[in-house]
């Protein structure tokens, strides 16, 4: 590869913990070496690979679009294969979710919960298989919030989550998604204020960790100005 | 007898895969009133969809020198005529009803007006036809995902299909299914199992596609005795990153390669060059130059890079166009994202040449199906990348999302209606079932023999060096000698380390390996059978197109040998007979 690309050995505690076997996680620490830049799926796949055959870990596209590679390092919620590797480094499972093995999380209760929010346009007629009547700047922001990566990397950094009854800020992000769709006739902002809208702290921590450069504070923000001056 | 537990559930339609294919034929077979359940080997959003530019190429009616007849004939003009004439008749045909479904589904295509789409240029077409939108394969993935909620479809995530099931007559009755999350085994009784597992890409050492296209469907239909077909044509990307090592392979999106191109069949794309500033392309297709089709560019790049022309790295220079950066920002800012974090912000300005090279992208050939997507196997559907036919040589920037939309849609609906009069599974497609996970389970037990990602990391280099870009008669002869080396001796000494049944990655590789291996040795056969070069497939030692292979190569399994044989094209005229061999054998 390049010569000019440099190398680094990083420390990496990760997270070990089999329910098989494990009443409770433990750390167990490796060293990898690898290019400079290297990212935190690297590292892991490093150590599957040469160190730890055992390890469990998800990870599928590599490139930020999947979302399942989601793991905390040093404290902070981020995609595996999007984060810079640090010299010294502690790789656990994303919380606040049920642990399967080691850093695989069962998100299988995420998925209810989005199925709960249907979303999808509830319209008044059928599609009419021409194209839809929709402002090119909306279809626009409309595809941004579609572009949510579901990966929980928000939900996982709020503190509003942790201490209160809020369903986090992905969740709003899609309601929003929705309620600005010309043609869904939804009351998506009850269903925001049932999922805990005004819990939000406005910390904004959501998005400046999504990985999508979304704004999920953004999306609360605009249910709150409906909530307090109508659509 | 003594083996694991085999647990049982009873459904119409079993769906293998959760990319656009698999979801689409979900709520095919769902709204046609079957019971089904989706199969996702991961969590449901790792799936390949997922990773498209999500660029579509449909007739919109919006560019008046567009019909449905020339989509028909670019498709076959890039598939050099050997596509099953009557599948991409289809494709063209139901393309833009589908786009509307997903526009029903919430997808906002890209508008230029309030109810007029954005078209584009994409690669190898001749008109502006292609849809896109900007949340991209991720957006089509979600819509979907969603409306396979609101309608209480049931996905199992970590549920990796290992085979399809046969009844002593031969058709399949039921899905042997792993639950990876908790290391048990199922049993699933079906009328209909549609495979939309997804193609081949992670057989290749440098491939842009996620880590859990190993060809399992193309391995699983071939075990039961399917024919697949156009298997020796592996389409390559010419243009995706070089570096760094995590996401070498990663698709560049094209209205980078292809700037003002993008919107005007007649400029000129991104000029390549090689480490001499050469615009080596030149050599390979003067007329259509850097707007060339896929095969010629991603050809033409592995030339330069082997023959010692490429950069250090190990690419070749891509020259973009500065101009387009304000609309490439605004429609594709993932693409300027990755560029910044990779490249760094002159690349991501488009105002430095950024490094390219080819990577497995797409696998053209597949399981053969019908226009219903029924395969030569009773009872076993397939649609999506993981079918043949479609594409024939080579694939059109932008058609495989309408194809799996179109495909799956179709394997669902036909499923659905097969599983109406189509009897269960009997006691004896139980205990066969349950022979096949016994032995699986015995990968536990092993404690001396090979790693699976060591054979896995073999095999990838071996298809990227004998079965890739660039072949020749004695490398595939010697890529099949290790094949079948790798089946008869390596295969039974696969060894999981851990005896957990957890989620244990290596347990799944070694499920994953059998298929690598069956999918390998036959696009390595169908590689030596097709002496001529066409499309995709290169052969070095026969480097002109030969009008006499304008023919379909089958390949299927007899035992552990891969058979082969030639069927001429079936064009629109032909009758569809998909069935024919395996109904005769039957009987």
């Not at chain 2, 077979?29 to 190429?57: C, E, F, I, Q, W």
């Not at chain 2, 024939?392 to 179709?410: C, E, K, T, Y």
Request: proline share 5%; charged share 25%.
């Amino acid at each position: 590869m390049n010569a000019m690309l440099k190398t680094i050995t990083v420390k990496a505690e990760v997270s070990r913990f089999n329910p098989e076997t494990d009443e409770k996680a433990h750390f167990e620490t490796f060293e990898v070496t690898g290019i400079e830049n290297m990212r935190v799926l690297d590292v892991i796949r490093s150590i599957y690979e040469h160190q730890a055959p055992d390890l469990a870990y998800q990870f599928a596209c590599r490139i930020g679009r999947c979302g399942t590679c989601a793991v905390k390092v040093n404290g902070v919620p981020v995609l595996a294969c999007q984060e810079t590797c640090k010299p010294e480094m502690r790789i656990e499972p994303l919380t606040p979710f049920p642990v399967l093995r080691d850093l695989v999380i069962d998100r299988t209760e995420v998925e209810e919960r989005y199925a709960n929010l249907a979303l999808v346009p509830h319209r008044d007629h059928e599609h009419e298989g021409q194209p839809e009547a929709v402002a090119p700047d909306l279809a626009h922001e409309i595809c941004r919030l579609d572009s949510c990566l579901a990966c929980m990397v928000c939900v996982s950094a709020c503190p509003a989550v942790e201490e209160r009854a809020f369903d986090g800020p992905a969740f709003m992000l899609k309601l929003r998604q929705l309620a600005i769709h010309p043609a869904d006739n939804m009351d998506r902002l009850s269903q925001a204020k049932e999922g805990g809208l005004v819990e939000c702290f406005g910390c904004d921590l959501c998005t400046q960790l999504c990985p999508a450069d979304l704004s999920p504070a953004q999306a609360i923000r605009d249910f709150r100005n409906d909530l307090l001056f109508g659509r | 007898m003594n083996g694991p537990e085999l647990s049982t559930q009873d459904y119409d339609v079993v769906i293998a895969g959760s990319g656009a294919a698999g979801m689409r034929a979900a709520i095919a077979a769902h709204d046609a009133g079957a019971r089904v359940v989706v199969l996702a080997k991961g969590p449901p959003r790792a799936n390949h969809t997922r990773m498209s530019g999500g660029r579509y190429n449909a007739v919109s009616g919006l560019n008046p020198n567009d019909s449905t007849d020339a989509f028909y004939k670019d498709t076959l003009e890039s598939g050099t005529w050997i596509n099953n004439h009557a599948l991409t008749r289809i494709l063209a045909d139901e393309a833009m009803d589908r786009a509307y479904d997903l526009e029903a589904y919430g997808l906002t295509w890209d508008r230029s007006e309030i109810t007029k789409y954005s078209l584009s240029m994409t690669g190898g077409g001749s008109f502006v036809r292609t849809l896109g939108s900007a949340d991209e394969g991720i957006g089509i993935t979600e819509v979907m995902l969603h409306q396979l909620h609101v309608r209480g479809i049931e996905i199992k995530a970590f549920h990796m299909l290992v085979d399809a099931v046969q009844d002593a007559d031969g058709r399949v009755t039921g899905a042997l299914v792993f639950d990876l999350a908790r290391g048990s085994w199922r049993f699933l009784t079906c009328r209909a199992l549609v495979l939309a597992t997804g193609g081949t890409s992670q057989l290749y050492e440098t491939s842009s596609g996620p880590t859990v296209n190993t060809g399992d469907g193309i391995g699983i239909a071939m075990r039961t005795g399917a024919e697949v077909v156009d298997i020796e044509f592996m389409q390559f990307i010419p243009i995706s990153f070089v570096y760094p090592p995590s996401i070498k392979g990663y698709t560049l999106t094209e209205p980078a390669h292809y700037g003002p191109r993008h919107y005007d069949p007649k400029a000129d794309a991104a000029h390549l060059l090689n480490n001499k500033g050469e615009r080596f392309v030149l050599k390979h297709d003067p007329v259509r130059r850097e707007g060339s089709t896929r095969d010629v560019l991603a050809r033409a790049i592995m030339l330069e890079i082997l023959e010692g022309r490429g950069t250090p790295e190990g690419g070749v220079l891509m020259v973009p166009d500065p101009k387009v950066f304000e609309s490439f920002l605004r429609e594709r800012p993932i693409y300027v994202k990755r560029l910044l974090e990779n490249y760094g912000e002159a690349q991501a300005r488009l105002e430095a040449p950024i490094q390219v090279m080819p990577s497995a992208l797409y696998t053209l050939g597949g399981v053969r199906i019908d226009n219903w997507c029924r395969t030569s196997v009773p009872g076993l559907y397939a649609g999506g990348e993981v079918a043949g036919g479609v594409h024939g040589a080579n694939r059109l920037g932008g058609s495989s999302m309408p194809d799996i939309q179109v495909f799956g849609r179709r394997a669902g609906m036909a499923a659905a209606e097969d599983a109406r009069q189509a009897p269960g599974a009997t006691k004896a497609a139980f205990e066969r079932a349950r022979e096949r996970a016994a032995a699986l389970d015995g990968y536990l037990g092993r404690s001396d023999g090979v790693r699976p990602i060591e054979v896995k990391k073999q095999v990838q280099k071996l298809m990227w060096d004998d079965v890739g870009l660039v072949r020749s008669g004695p490398k595939l002869v010697e890529a099949i000698r290790i094949f079948r080396q790798l089946r008869s001796e390596v295969l039974p000494r696969l060894k999981v380390t851990s005896r957990t049944r957890v989620v244990n990655r290596e347990w799944m590789e070694a499920l994953e390996l059998e298929n690598m291996l069956d999918v390998g040795q036959a696009m390595a056969t169908a590689a030596l059978e097709r002496k001529e070069t066409r499309g995709a497939h290169y052969r070095t030692d026969f480097p002109e197109i030969d009008p006499n292979w304008a023919i379909n190569l089958l390949v299927w399994r007899e035992g552990s040998e891969m058979r082969v044989e030639r069927r001429d094209v079936q064009t629109l005229d032909t009758p569809d007979k998909t069935n024919a061999r395996v109904l005769a054998e039957a009987r």
